[in-house]
């Protein structure tokens, strides 16, 4: 029926479509061809210019708006590499990808808000009833326009399939893979949902709606779904596909269709992507949208009440990631704002290379478009953008109040107010070794078969190594191992940092004896380096050695070192390494705090990693294997029943103290910000019940502390002013400390590694003569984020500086989840 309407409707609109345009069409921000670049905007020659010269990108046009006015409009560089060379014109036609999502899928949901046709925290299945299957019925059109759904990433794109109803009937059939409103996920499923709403609202294709109520009324002339033939020759070229669809380095040039691999698939409409436009047309959009803003004239198809909703954080009011309904605000994401465009300005970038980023409060515009992916997917812009934006600002010559603007954009919004979290789930984990056990210990009888039928094992381990029935691990390899395959033997018993029952808090541990085997435990929690991996003569007559040890999650926790240093051994001995795997306890869902330096490896920094990296145990050994080139013969028994957004309370599992002094699971949530800075000269609580979460020192005051902290409104956490007295051995003991306890009120929305970094900025400047603050680089390993804290900067800001380097990591990490 959709199909049919959509043949019916576009044939009438395409005579329609030229008068209107013409009607409502502003004269084009367009300027001639510039031939000499304006002395303020000369560095952005200069950025563009490089980045082509390195194969960065073929060429890109680069337009900014200004007051009202196109400032700067210029083409770089060629249009097409491949088949053919084509020097870049202003008027090319780039396929813009994501930004599809806000030219079109986003203005058409507030269209529908605002005829009073739909409400924004209203279900989507309450107008697509479909959507509703498989655990959906309760995700809001609000929480898919900021991506705080739990929808997956994108369909499922496994075997081949074709058409619009079939990817519907995909995303009608997902699964979503965290509990809405919890955890910032971008999600190609959640604007291809939107889409539908469109459509099944409206009555009218996506296409249709675009070009009747966006399109035309803003009077763009190279804008639209499926670009038509004669205009083939303007378009650039994205990358290569295969027969079967897939994206390449060989087969066919795509021109004129869609790049996206889902949408292309979708007939080359769909809510998240297929739609196309120029420079100049997205100027057109962009002032439009600024004027209405700024309550001028304007022919944007919305009015300016919806429009500034629009562009407001609207995600939870928990959510760290700032998102407005479909603009980006401030996340991971947002690297195009740069670094001077103040919080407050939006915008959104897409995937083939495409970026537009708007400032109300200077009244600039930032139109970056690019076929980056051409000719072969190796292209990148991600820095590119935030140059250019920064070049950008500073060419305006406009000043920012970001501290004003700040205080409103992190106030509570209405998404408060009857809002349904799901804080926690009742799982039911089974970890490596309980997978390990279930199947029969087949693992390592496959591994057995290469040496002969027989596997020589030691283990890594310590009391965190035991199954689900409480058996410990050493116990169920010696004996269970055994009974099920002869050649299985365990031989050797390694121990990490605290010893065989994780109780020792010093180094220099002994050598032991293992009472209930027999077995020797060598300890590998030496004063030296050396004394801390395993010896080769230690590895000399195994075959493989098995790991299972409880992480943290956090790239100081020395267990993460240990499993390095085997890895490295093992690939120099020629010996197999089995991880068994276990929970990330303070979730896998979140990467957080800043990368440590290269070149600063050590017990406490295996090597560059964020403070919180977001991958058990089994998914960081594949990380080390992969990015160190290790070449490891790696295996990982993976849990069973997991799930990234998990706590550790949400897994069934038993809690045991990992450390000494990590005891609880509110501690484990406060260690990835407490630990960043216990180096410093503070006691973060050892020697009192509750490490980690306390935090003083004799010569603090606790109440101007606490008052310090709480007014800085850092989300998920409050600070309570406390005296205490810490017990020896530790910092301050016997001294009476005054400090705060840590109130963790909202664990998802806590971001540890900021926290610490807001203690030790507010610590140094309350007690610029009392706090050693280059004392946390021990752990930090950042110099750049230790000297802007001692030049005291904002945390917030300084935070901002490394999600570059953060995104750059997630990509990485990508390859290497196993969950």
């Known amino acids: 029926m959709m199909r049919l309407l959509r043949n019916a409707v576009v044939a009438f609109l395409a005579l329609i479509a030229t008068s209107v345009a013409c009607a409502a069409q502003k004269p084009s921000p367009a300027v001639a061809q510039q031939t000499v670049t304006p002395p303020a905007f000369a560095p952005i020659d200069t950025i563009v210019n490089d980045a082509v010269a390195h194969n960065e990108l073929p060429g890109a046009v680069v337009v900014i708006g200004h007051e009202g006015h196109v400032v700067f409009h210029r083409p770089y560089g060629m249009r097409s590499l491949e088949p053919t060379r084509e020097a870049m014109t202003e008027d090319t036609i780039f396929d813009m990808a994501s930004l599809t999502k806000d030219l079109v899928t986003a203005t058409a949901i507030m269209q529908l808000y605002e005829q009073g046709k739909i409400r924004i925290d209203d279900p989507v299945a309450h107008y697509v009833g479909e959507f509703g299957a498989n655990g959906k019925q309760d995700i809001t059109i609000r929480q898919c326009l900021t991506h705080y759904s739990g929808l997956a990433p994108d369909l499922d794109l496994t075997g081949p399939w074709h058409g619009r109803e079939e990817g519907l009937r995909r995303l009608f059939e997902s699964t979503p893979i965290a509990p809405p409103g919890v955890v910032f996920r971008y999600s190609d499923e959640n604007f291809i949902a939107l889409g539908a709403l469109v459509e099944r609202v409206s009555g009218l294709p996506l296409e249709v709606y675009a070009q009747h109520n966006i399109v035309a009324p803003l009077g763009l002339t190279d804008s639209g779904y499926l670009p038509p033939a004669e205009k083939r020759n303007r378009i650039a070229p994205t990358q290569y596909v295969t027969s079967d669809g897939t994206l390449s380095g060989m087969g066919t040039m795509l021109r004129g269709v869609v790049h996206d691999p889902t949408a292309r698939r979708m007939e080359g409409v769909a809510g998240h992507a297929g739609f196309f436009s120029t420079a100049a047309d997205v100027s057109v959009f962009a002032q439009a949208l600024l004027d209405r803003l700024a309550g001028r004239p304007s022919n944007f198809p919305l009015n300016r009440l919806t429009l500034a909703k629009m562009i407001e954080p609207e995600q939870p009011a928990t959510g760290t990631a700032l998102r407005g309904f479909g603009w980006d605000i401030d996340s991971a994401l947002s690297s195009n704002r740069g670094t001077l465009f103040p919080l407050g300005s939006f915008g959104h970038t897409g995937f083939t290379g495409t970026s537009l980023w708007m400032d109300p409060q200077s009244d600039t515009y930032v139109v970056i478009l690019t076929n980056a992916v051409h000719p072969d997917g190796h292209g990148h812009t991600v820095v590119l953008r935030s140059r250019i934006a920064d070049a950008a600002a500073q060419a305006v010559g406009f000043r920012t109040q970001e501290n004003g603007q700040l205080t409103q954009l992190t106030g509570y919004n209405e998404s408060l107010t009857g809002a349904r979290r799901w804080t926690a789930r009742n799982g039911d984990v089974m970890t490596g070794i309980d997978v390990l056990e279930s199947e029969k210990f087949l693992t390592l009888q496959a591994l057995a078969k290469k040496h002969s039928g027989r596997l020589r094992m030691g ?361």
């Open 459 to 819: 283990l890594l381990t310590n009391q965190t190594g035991f199954d689900r029935e409480g058996r410990r691990t050493i116990d169920v390899l010696a004996h269970d191992a055994y009974a099920a395959a002869p050649g299985l033997t365990l031989t050797t018993i390694f121990t990490p940092e605290h010893g065989i029952q994780g109780a020792q808090d010093r180094p220099d541990l002994a050598n032991a004896t293992d009472t209930a085997t027999g077995l020797p435990i060598v300890s590998l929690y030496g004063a030296t380096d050396a004394q801390r991996r395993p010896s080769p003569e230690s590895l000399r007559d195994l075959d493989a050695v098995v790991i299972d040890l409880q992480d943290a999650g956090v790239r100081y926790w020395t267990y993460e070192a240990a499993m390095g240093y085997f890895l490295e051994a093992a690939a120099k001995a020629n010996i197999d390494v089995v991880v068994l795997d276990r929970p990330d306890p303070a979730t896998g869902s979140f990467v957080q705090g800043p990368v440590s330096e290269i070149g600063r490896d050590s017990y406490t920094n295996y090597m560059p990693l964020p403070v919180r990296h977001g991958m058990t145990f089994g998914e960081l050994a594949r990380y080390f294997n992969g990015e160190r080139h290790l070449n490891a013969a790696l295996t990982v028994v993976k849990m069973q029943g997991w799930q990234r957004g998990d706590w550790f309370d949400s897994t069934g599992l038993i809690w045991t103290n990992p450390s000494p002094n990590l005891r609880s699971q509110r501690a484990a949530e406060l260690y990835t910000g407490i630990g960043l800075i216990e180096t410093s000269n503070i006691s973060v609580g050892r020697g009192t019940d509750t490490p980690f979460e306390l935090l003083g020192a004799p010569w603090i005051d606790s109440r101007t502390f606490a008052r310090t902290l709480n007014a800085r409104l850092l989300p998920g956490v409050r600070f309570v002013p406390v005296d205490f007295t810490p017990a020896a051995p530790y910092p301050y003991a016997g001294q009476l400390c005054h400090g705060v306890s840590l109130m963790v009120m909202d664990r998802n929305a806590l971001d540890g590694p900021e926290l610490g970094l807001e203690i030790a900025s507010a610590l140094w400047k309350l007690y610029p003569n009392d706090y050693k603050l280059d004392q946390i680089d021990r752990l930090l390993v950042n110099k750049s984020v230790l000297d802007a804290l001692r030049s005291g900067e904002d945390p917030q800001r300084i935070a901002g500086d490394w999600r570059l380097e953060l995104e750059a990591f997630m990509q990485r990490r990508a390859a290497y989840l196993e969950y």
